[in-house]
Structure formats: C-alpha cells, structure tokens
C-alpha cells in the first residue's frame, strides 16, 4: 500500500541497484516520494526503479558513476533543470576494498575514501542549494559503526565512514536555519550482497557480538530513513543514529 506522507516529495538515492539502498529506494516510495535511484550499473537502477513503479509507484533509474565529478555534476544539473532539484538526499553509495594497513595499496585507499565519501561531498554540493531555497530538505547519509569502532583491515573503510559522520554534523550546523534536517545513521551488521560474502565462521563471531543476537535486515535501515524523511522528524538533525542490534551501546 503506498502512503501519502511524502508525496509531493522527490528523493535520491545513490547505491540503490541493490542491498540498502534498494530497500531505501523502495521504502520512500511506498511512502510517495518520487525516486531517483542511482546505481553506477543501468541494469541494477533500472530494476529497482520497474519494480517500484510496478508496484504502483514513480521512480526513475539514474546510471552514473558517483565518483565521476563532472557526471555527479552534469547529473545534478539535469535534476535541477527538469525537476527544479530534490527534496531527499541519501547517500549510501558504497564499496569495500579491506586489506591490512601494511598490505592496503594507494588504489584501495583512494577508490573507497572517493566511493563512500568524497561521492557525498559531490551530490550534496550539487543539490544542496536548490534545497536551501526551498527551505525544507532531508538528508541522509548511511555511515557504518565501523567508523566508531575501527574494523581490521577496514582503516580505508573506517576512516570513510567517520569521516562521514563529520561532514554530516558541519553540513547539519550550515542549514538548520534552512529548514534542512541532515543526519547519519550507522549500520552494525546488516544482511547484504557484501555481507553474505564473509565467510560463514566470521559471521558467527558477529552476531555472537550482537546482544540480539542476528543479523539486521535492509529493512531495518530503510524503515530509519522513510522516518527521519518524515514531518515527525522535524527536529532531529546533525545526529549519528545507530542500528545494530546493540552491539556498540
């Protein structure tokens, strides 16, 4: 059943071909936002965005690369021009290249800093302002608790994703008095295409670690996002909001 809560909304979510940010996507469409689903392979948004409209809600599918500067920035100025920019930013884009600190290569280090947060400076510099005169936006960023916590062979990874929570409380402080609510929300252990590649002893030590013992679901985190987009969550801004099952409480 689609609901109307955000219904005159348009949202965009970047790395929703699959995992979390297609269980975002499809969340605030079931909420009535417009979306545009981003994905780096045509195939993956493409999906998404059919199977929303299939099931009775709008969307469109959005092939870039989000860490291509001039095709974020040729991107956000074609939203702008046909649909006067977007009311919902979430930036979830993301890759893992884990390693050990001696053995990390420059490649590993650049590729997942340019993948899972420079990609949110790039988005946000292109639709922020736009958002700002409308004086309402939300935005989202999806970090991870290892940015808290530090991970072993993730110091690329780890250093993304805590640099995330920085630039989303700066960014939070900059636009408050815009109507502009930005927060972050830090996955723990969250059931994906990524995370089903660990091998099954590792995944055992993590819910061992999880005082719920399992492993999130998308849904978990989707329903997250659908709430801070919503009215309810008019007040809440520059946060870290975490969800995993108790693990770093």
Do not use: H
């Amino acid at each position: 059943m689609i609901s109307s809560s955000l219904e005159l909304r348009k949202a965009l979510v970047t790395g929703a071909g699959r995992g979390i940010g297609e269980a975002i996507a499809q969340a605030l469409a079931q909420q009535g936002a417009y979306v545009i689903c981003v994905s780096r392979t045509a195939a993956n948004c493409e999906r998404v965005a059919q199977t929303i409209c299939e099931q009775g809600g709008r969307a469109e599918a959005i092939a870039v690369d989000v860490t291509d500067r001039a095709a974020v920035k040729a991107t956000c100025e074609d939203i702008l021009k046909r649909l006067e920019g977007v009311d919902i930013l979430v930036n979830n884009a993301g890759i893992l290249r884990n390693a050990l600190m001696v053995q990390m290569s420059y490649e590993d280090w650049d590729d997942v800093i340019q993948a899972n947060l420079t990609s949110a400076f790039l988005w946000t510099k292109g639709l922020l302002y736009a958002m700002a005169r409308k004086r309402w936006g939300r935005m989202i960023n999806i970090s991870s608790v290892v940015g808290k916590i530090g991970g072993i062979g993730q110091a690329n990874y780890a250093a993304a994703k805590a640099g995330l929570m920085g630039f989303t409380k700066s960014v939070a402080r900059e636009v408050a008095s815009r109507g502009i609510c930005v927060n972050a929300i830090a996955p723990g252990f969250i059931e994906t295409d990524m995370t089903r590649s660990i091998q099954e002893k590792w995944a055992e030590e993590f819910v061992k670690m999880i005082p719920m013992k399992r492993v999130g679901s998308v849904q978990d985190i989707a329903a997250l996002v659908a709430f801070l987009c919503s009215d309810a969550a008019a007040y809440i801004t520059g946060q870290v909001l975490t969800v995993d099952g108790g693990m770093t409480m």
